[in-house]
């Protein structure tokens, strides 16, 4: 990233760099690769991934946008893209990601199986708003908001309805024990 930047001429860290072009995706169709650095999305300057993430939310999907990219090898390229609602279940990871933890399935941790077959904590981030309310990885999820959650697509599922502005209350079973955790919202942040 430093390198596109040093020869485009913008500081370092402006733009939002593409990691991952998930496959049969609008990215993907639009040709964006991994390693691309969006600065502009409809002729409005992309600082930071955050700012990316808004202005997309704030598109209706099936309207096609042009997207500013600067390409290593390359260069500047405007590539059009067409906005689609994006699947339920990346939603619910992401209001994970903004709560900071990870969800995975039981059958993805090998090393602590779980015969429940409940969906647990893989990763809580370090002065997350999850790690502030005690999150533990290896936590097994129960209750989400007060509703039962049997598999993790149940956790999707409540996940989306939850929204990123109200807490996030959480029942979850650790060492064989109920505990019941409230994770403030990400806005609530401190610096």
Known sequence: MEEISTRHGIREGYGALIVEVLKDTPAARAGFKNGDLVVAFRDRPVVDTRTLQRLVAATSAGQEVAVTILRREEGRQTLR????????????????AEFGFVVRDPEEDRERPRPSGTP?????????????????????????????????????????????DQPLRLTVRREGEPLALTVSPPSQRIP
């Open 81 to 96: 893209v067409s906005v689609e609602a994006m699947p339920r279940e990346i939603v619910a990871e992401r209001v994970a």
């Open 120 to 164: 647990a904590v893989a990763v809580v981030l370090r002065d997350s708003q999850a790690d502030r309310a005690g999150l533990k990885p290896g936590d097994v999820i129960v209750e989400v908001n007060g509703r039962p959650v049997l598999s993790r697509q149940a956790v999707s599922a409540v996940l989306v309805e939850a929204g990123l």
